[in-house]
């Protein structure tokens, strides 16, 4: 889609994604940690988009076997590299392409459905790479510029059951909603 490794390398090189680390961005990784914690605890958990690794910043490392996280972005990738361990790893990686080595009790796609074309497709392709009752765990901008994403809310339904849903919202500006899928049993 639009926005290619170039641009994103530019906007991570010249902090244009500090603010995620904001306390303006905290309650929705906040969100984000609790489905982890409950769906994964001694699990695996993977993260497409993973920028720098500020998804892992708010978890509790202790609590999971496996953290991978790939994200486009070399300049975000050797960020994250920081944090790297030996159960967490980063990668840099197309969504479109990567394939992981092993399988997951989580796939987070937080505040990344938006970029593709076929957001859809993307989480089916990664249905493979669920562990058996695994869960994806998909975040979204909600306002402004609700109705792309409500799009791909929609689109995702007709294929997921809705297992969990949460909105939060900080002021009367920004809203984001959260949602836990999971592959109806009939899929
Ligand atoms: C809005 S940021 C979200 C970062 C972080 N997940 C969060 O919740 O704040 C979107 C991220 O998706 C990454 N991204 C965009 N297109 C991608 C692709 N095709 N494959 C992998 N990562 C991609 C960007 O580099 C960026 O780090």
Not at 42 to 71: A, K, M, V
Not at 74 to 96: G, H, K, M, P, S
Request: proline share 4%; glycine share 6%.
């Amino acid at each position: 889609m639009g926005q290619g490794q170039h641009l994103l390398d530019s906007q991570y090189a010249s902090a244009e994604w500090d603010y995620l680390r904001s306390m303006e961005e905290a309650p929705r990784f906040g969100i984000v940690s609790t489905y982890c914690r409950l769906l994964a605890s001694n699990g695996s958990l993977l993260e497409i988009g993973c920028g720098e690794g500020f998804l892992l910043e708010h978890l509790d490392r202790s609590r999971y076997r496996r953290f991978t996280g790939i994200d486009i972005s070399a300049v975000a990738i050797e960020r994250a590299q920081a944090l790297t361990d030996d159960r967490t790893d980063f990668v840099r990686a197309e969504a479109e392409t990567f394939v992981p080595d092993g399988r997951f009790q989580v796939i987070i796609f937080n505040e990344v459905l938006e970029y593709f074309d076929e957001p859809l497709k993307l989480v089916r392709r990664y249905e493979p790479f669920l562990a058996p009752g695994g869960h994806f765990l998909a975040s979204m901008f909600a306002a402004p510029y609700t109705a792309r994403t409500q799009r791909i809310w929609k689109q995702l339904e007709t294929r997921y059951d809705v297992a969990a849903r949460c909105r939060v919202s900080i002021g009367r500006d920004y809203t984001w909603n959260i949602k836990v899928l999971r592959v109806p049993p009939s899929a």
